[in-house]
Structures are given as structure tokens and as C-alpha cells.
């Protein structure tokens, strides 16, 4: 099963409106990382924040990572139409080596 | 700057026919990795490698093959395409994939009949 959980996994929200995604995860990790993703294209990285990190800011996102209860979410302040795609955590394990383990995403969608 | 480079766009394949998605990075990073995407399963790691010669097997390994002879290039081989391996695969690329950004290409669509 999927070490990152999303939730929801579809949104919809009025442009203008913060819009808030949550990823839970099973084990102990070392970073948890955003990825964006538009239809048809690859992923974007977003944001990375790392396990002994609480919040992290970067433009409009907000990551908070809460180790105690295995979650992160990422929230989106004033979201434009532009914001339009789906979001997947991914998390990097403690004593995993270097690999990446992906949610299912949220799929995110801002109208006007 | 390229980044990542993946080739073809757009494929379609007959059942049992062998083909080689290449994938090409130019920012000289060590780790690469090949993913699939299917509907409602997010990405799923098929192969990596941490440089040029080391590769070992992410979480969906069977019925794909890989090499990494250079840094820069790293192909992914299906040896006699099934149905099941219909999906969008997507190369990547960092420096360290655990602890640094990961850059990923624009994706393949395969398509198996």
C-alpha cells in the first residue's frame, strides 16, 4: 500500500479561496516532499521539508509536518485558476536509502 | 539547459513486442529513476540507479529492464510488452533522490494492445 495518503483526493474551490491538502504516512521518515503536477505533464517540485522541520513557506504555500501524528499538509493561500492540478507527498524513509515512495494525490481544481 | 529528456511522447505497442523508452538528463546528476503512473495509484518506482553502472530494482521491477552506462542516460527496457503495462512513465533525476529536489521528464504514454 502507498507509504502517503492524500486527502481529499479531488477539491473544488472559487479562485480566491485557500485551498488545504493533507498526506499521511505509515513510518518513520526522513523529508516529506510537494509535487504538482498539470494534466499531461510531469511532476513539479513545490516544496521539501525535512522531519525536524515544522513549517516551512515558500510564495503561497504553507507545508506544517506533524512527526507525532505521521502528517503534512500543504495549504495554498489566495488560489488562481493557474493553481489547477493535482498535488501528491512524497516521502523520503528514514533508512530507505534514496528512494521516494508517492501518495495518490489531489486532484485540485480552482474556477473562476 | 534540457533537464530531463525523455523519448517517445506517445507509443503504442502490440502484446509481446519489445521496446526502449530513453530517458536523458543533462544537469550531471547521479540518481535516476524510472516510475509509472496508473489511474488512482500514484507514481510507483520501477527501477533505479544511485550512477553509471549501479542499478537496482524500485517496487514494480517485473517485466522491465534497465542499464546505466553514462550519467547521463538511463533506458527502460520492456522485453515483451503486456497489457498491464499500460501507463504513463515518467523518468527522473536528482542529486541524491532522498534528500534533494527531484526533476522529472514530461512523460511517455504507453499504450499496449
Known amino acids: 500500500s502507498q507509504q502517503g495518503e492524500e486527502d481529499p483526493q479531488a477539491l473544488s474551490i472559487q479562485e480566491g479561496e485557500n485551498a488545504t491538502m493533507n498526506c499521511s504516512y505509515k513510518?518513520?521518515?526522513?523529508?516529506l516532499q510537494w509535487y504538482r503536477q498539470n494534466s499531461g505533464r510531469g511532476l513539479v517540485h513545490l516544496i521539501l521539508?525535512?522531519?525536524?522541520?515544522r513549517e516551512k513557506h515558500s510564495g503561497r504555500l504553507r507545508v506544517t509536518l506533524d512527526t507525532s501524528k505521521k502528517s503534512s499538509s500543504l495549504l495554498i493561500t489566495a488560489s488562481r485558476a493557474a493553481d489547477t492540478a493535482s498535488y501528491f507527498c512524497?516521502?523520503?524513509?528514514?533508512?530507505?536509502?534514496?528512494?521516494?515512495?508517492f501518495g495518490t494525490g489531489t486532484q485540485l481544481k480552482v474556477e473562476l | 539547459n534540457a533537464g530531463v529528456t525523455q523519448t517517445p511522447k506517445f507509443q503504442v505497442l502490440k502484446t509481446g513486442q519489445s521496446m526502449t523508452l530513453q530517458c536523458a538528463q543533462d544537469?550531471?546528476?547521479?540518481?535516476m529513476s524510472w516510475y509509472r503512473q496508473d489511474p488512482g495509484m500514484g507514481l510507483r518506482l520501477i527501477h533505479y540507479?544511485?550512477?553509471?553502472?549501479?542499478?537496482d530494482q524500485g517496487e514494480v521491477p517485473n517485466g522491465y529492464n534497465v542499464s546505466r552506462s553514462t550519467t547521463e542516460d538511463f533506458p527502460l527496457r520492456l522485453l515483451s510488452a503486456a497489457p498491464s503495462q499500460t501507463s504513463v512513465y515518467f523518468c527522473?533525476?536528482?542529486?541524491?533522490?532522498?534528500?534533494?529536489?527531484?526533476?522529472f521528464g514530461e512523460g511517455s504514454w504507453l499504450t499496449v494492445v
Open positions: 513510518t518513520s521518515i526522513n523529508n
Open positions: 521539508i525535512r522531519s525536524n522541520e
Open positions: 540507479s544511485v550512477g553509471a553502472g549501479i542499478t
Open positions: 544537469m550531471n546528476h547521479e540518481y
Open positions: 527522473a533525476s536528482s542529486y541524491g533522490q532522498g534528500r534533494n529536489t527531484i526533476y
Open positions: 512524497a516521502t523520503a524513509l528514514t533508512g530507505g536509502g534514496n528512494k521516494l515512495t
